[in-house]
């Protein structure tokens, strides 16, 4: 599918060295889903002329097919404007990041680039969960922070009281809050004069030796590593011998220049400013995020990169065949050089052979990833069950003792809204949690959560039989007062998924040697050969040829043959 964006056309190249550090600004856009970040970056693009005001340019920061799907932003784009203000030109380097909390990492490796943020609230939904934890993600790292209301526009918008909620909340003042509506292109003006007034420009040495961090990369099949940076001193040009302080290899820069928001070629980037470079890099582990790159005869100490995000769901990712496994290898090693919040690890199942157990941060990221590996690399992949880490501590044959959410803190936004802070086991709120509280509460209540370590809990293992034999895939650790329910759900979704065949299928539930579920699916009656009472074989040959065809759709577990959607649909939903 293609995409076509009209862009103003630059008929010379842009000077970069016009731009001192103090007509430089970097900054992000943060909020909570849906609150409409990516237009507002439309908006600020167009009044910068850095694209043509189009009924066809919408959301032109989300650029995979994956985000013009969803309607959501999975990844964090960066794009270079250049805005006239009181009579001089001003560098304005912009970081448009998704909303939703499964990919908060993006947010928090765009704030390390930054010095300031718009902070985007909902004229007619107010203060919500991601909202405050992106809000603390920017008041850690001190960084300016300009609220903007955004969707002033709705017949059912209150900026009053959403300034009031802004002001208890974050002690911000009611006075720095900008009204805008970003479909409109209400007060969108008032934004940019703010990031100019209010942002500080970036502390960097631009007589120091030149010391940039990758803050994000990609992999071109024709170019090798693209990797996005911000200079934190000195300059870099083409031709220059750069170093990884990560690997320690040089590399000659081949290209560098401005995201505007596609590539824009330029002959140098300086101090302050946020840009790409291209330095023949081709293996997928050069140019990781977080590494520091400078010059070959100017070495320096490196930056701090970033904390490592940790993986909370865990799923199996296998070929459909195992003589696809060199290929998916290389579309997951590409894939998570752009998403480095994934980890891998190799892993290997009699049932489903080579593959790798993958770390994700909630589900729908681990939903983008695998639409990600079909739609951008063509593969095809059988997923197991997502698990949650556990540590267990086995002492006597004892496992762990139970409990359950248990409420910690409790505040009042204001008359209408209230915080509630929950201690809860992870595998309680990661399948189905949000979807419920969403309809429980009409669509008003909304949640964010952080690990807060590891509690003793009264935890069982529950596996899965299909004809006696164990199905590891799906086997799964289960909470006591669980485990017949979850048992009696898990057989009755294999029933619906498993197609009837030649045999009778028992599937089973246990917890040791003690069958707690069954499910029968019952054998076909009908012999392909039952009518060949005689006449040539080669009539039952063709029979038995075309039934083989259909087996060769579905993956065999044992002697079992159960179709590739099987593992994903088991687990799709929780008991009620």
Known sequence: MYRLIFYFALKETIDLSKFPVDRIRNFCIIAHIDHGKSTLADRLLEITGTVSKTEKNKQVLDKLQVERERGITVKAQTASLLYNHQGQQYLL????????????????????????????VDANQGIQAQTMANFYLAFEAQLSIIPVINKIDLKNADPETV???IEKAFDIPRAECIRISAKLGTNVENVLQAVVDRIPPPPVSTDGPFKALVFDSSFDHYRGVVANIAVFGGRVRRGDKIVSAHLGKAYEVNELGLLRPEEHPTQKLFAGQVGYIIAGMKDVKEAQIGDTLYLQEQPVEALPGFKRAKAMVF??????DQSEYPGLRSAIERLTLNDSSVTVQRDSSMALGAGWRLGFLGLL???????????EYNASVIVTAPTVPYKAILSSAKLIKTRRAVQKNMVYIDDQRVMIKYLFPLNEIIVDFYDLLKSLSSGYASFDYEIAGYQAADLIKLDILLNGRPVEELTTIVHTDRAYSTGKAVCERLKDSIPRQLFEIAIQAVIGSKVIARETIKAYRKNVLAKCYGGDITRKMKLLKRQAEGKKKMRRIGNVEVPKDAFINVLKRKDK
């Open 93 to 120: 380097n912009l970081i448009d990041t998704p909303g939703h909390v499964d990919f908060s990492y993006e947010v928090s490796r765009s704030i390390s680039a930054c010095q300031g943020v718009l902070l985007i």
């Open 163 to 165: 300034e009031s909620q």
């Open 315 to 320: 799923a199996g990712i296998y070929p459909m």
């Open 365 to 375: 990221h681990m939903e983008v990833f695998n639409q990600r590996l079909e739609q």
